[in-house]
């Protein structure tokens, strides 16, 4: 599995702690910025990462800012990207089984590094479930290319 990570200025400690954190997994990572001292707006990165996912050419990705709201909301403007902020392990489970969020949005303002630690261990043992959860992915998916037309 090969991850896209990106953050603002906000959340540029926690996403190098993540980056840490996924070279102990062994799980390979583009690094989409910010970089250290930039200040950028995270709508531009948030674009970017979700793009990329979009494309296909990320499977899953992570995206760090002050509350990981902006990024969320960002992310999910881009059609078939479905992001969630996660500040508990059950809604990073849940992300994953019930929702195939392809993306994983974390607040450096809101929660500790080992925290962020857990919900992404968690996120990245998930699979999605389909089941019941199956249609109802399905109808997001529609509702997005309904209202996305490229």
């Known amino acids: 599995m090969k991850i896209a990570i ?11 702690e993540l980056m840490k954190y996924l070279d102990s997994l062994g799980i390979e ?5 910010s970089k250290a001292g930039d200040v950028v707006l995270y709508p531009d990165v948030a674009e970017a990462v979700a793009l990329a996912v979009a494309q296909g ?3 899953r990705a992570i995206l760090t800012c002050g509350t990981g709201i902006g990024m969320s ?3 999910n403007k881009i059609p078939g990207v479905r992001a969630a902020v ?3 392990v059950f809604s990073a489970e849940r992300a994953r ?10 607040g450096e303002r809101v929660i500790g590094v080992e925290l962020a ?18 249609p109802k992915v399905a109808k997001i998916n529609e509702i997005d290319q309904k209202y996305h037309r490229c």
């Open 6 to 16: 990106g953050c603002d200025e906000a959340a540029y400690n926690l996403k190098v």
């Open 29 to 33: 990572y583009d690094d989409f910025g």
């Open 57 to 59: 050419k990320y499977e």
């Open 73 to 75: 909301i960002t992310a």
């Open 86 to 88: 996660c500040h508990d």
């Open 97 to 106: 089984k019930s929702n195939n969020a392809q993306i994983i949005c974390f």
């Open 117 to 134: 630690k857990a919900l992404l261990k968690t996120w990245l043992n998930c699979d999605f479930a389909g089941g019941g959860s199956a």
